[in-house]
Antibody
Framework: QVQLVQSGAEVKKPGASVKVSCKASGYTFLDYDINWVRQAPGQGLEWMGRISVHNDNANSAQKFQDRVTMTTDTTTSTAYMELRSLRSDDTAIYFC????????WGQGTLVTVSS | QSALTQPRSVSGSPGQSVTISCTGTSSDVGGYQYVSWYQQHPGKAPKLMIS???KRPSGVPDRFSGSKSGNTASLTISGLQPEDEADYYCCSYAGSLNYVFGTGTKVTVL
């Protein structure tokens, strides 16, 4: 069965960076894009960006373009999302989701930014 | 890219039908046949309920249906069940490999 398993919760200080991983199994990793979506406490879903596992082409929402890097490691079927220059309002649960329909989701990774 | 507009909440009694709207623009909802809907229970990851405006993934009850007219997409839950109480989000392709989510709707089963 398709599974996306994300890395554990992180606590970071303002200005730091965080790198969240998303390990895929149960399907051919190369066949689907990976999207990244975040949800601040009590708020809605926000699309951050996506990466094509096939050719590493990535693009992100305008508000994240200068702070986010998405990568993949096909040898371990793992996608990564790094967010830099963290602020308190980056405190959120970060999800990875498979494909253009976001058909499968990881369990989420809580990132807390606090001094 | 602004979030798509959804009603903050809708409610209905068991067995009733409820419809959630998702309003965007001609650059997102109105421009593509790529609107999807997600159900999210508290503390859980979202779950795909409808893709490509009307397609229901395997395992999703047929009481969930989707439609679109112009710049507004809709999700209808027919025959509301207690387990349908959750938050629902629409999502649309917005061109240039970008996506945008809706503001979210809380469905309450009375």
């Amino acid at each position: 069965q398709v599974q996306l398993v994300q890395s554990g919760a992180e606590v970071k200080k303002p200005g730091a960076s965080v790198k969240v991983s998303c390990k895929a199994s149960g399907y051919t990793f190369l066949d689907y894009d990976i999207n990244w979506v975040r949800q601040a406490p009590g708020q809605g879903l926000e699309w951050m960006g996506r990466i094509s596992v096939h050719n590493d082409n990535a693009n992100s929402a305008q508000k994240f373009q200068d702070r986010v890097t998405m990568t993949t490691d096909t040898t371990t079927s793992t996608a990564y999302m790094e967010l830099r220059s963290l602020r308190s309002d980056d405190t959120a649960i970060y999800f990875c989701a498979r494909g253009i329909s976001f058909g499968y989701w990881g369990q989420g990774t809580l990132v807390t930014v606090s001094s | 890219q602004s979030a798509l507009t959804q009603p903050r909440s809708v409610s209905g009694s068991p067995g009733q039908s409820v419809t959630i709207s998702c309003t965007g623009t001609s650059s997102d909802v109105g421009g593509y046949q790529y609107v999807s809907w997600y159900q999210q229970h508290p503390g859980k990851a979202p779950k795909l309920m409808i893709s490509d405006v009307t397609k229901r993934p395997s395992g999703v009850p047929d009481r969930f249906s989707g439609s679109k007219s112009g710049n507004t997409a809709s999700l209808t839950i027919s025959g509301l069940q207690p387990e349908d109480e959750a938050d629902y989000y629409c999502c649309s392709y917005a061109g240039s490999l970008n996506y945008v989510f809706g503001t979210g709707t809380k469905v309450t089963v009375l």
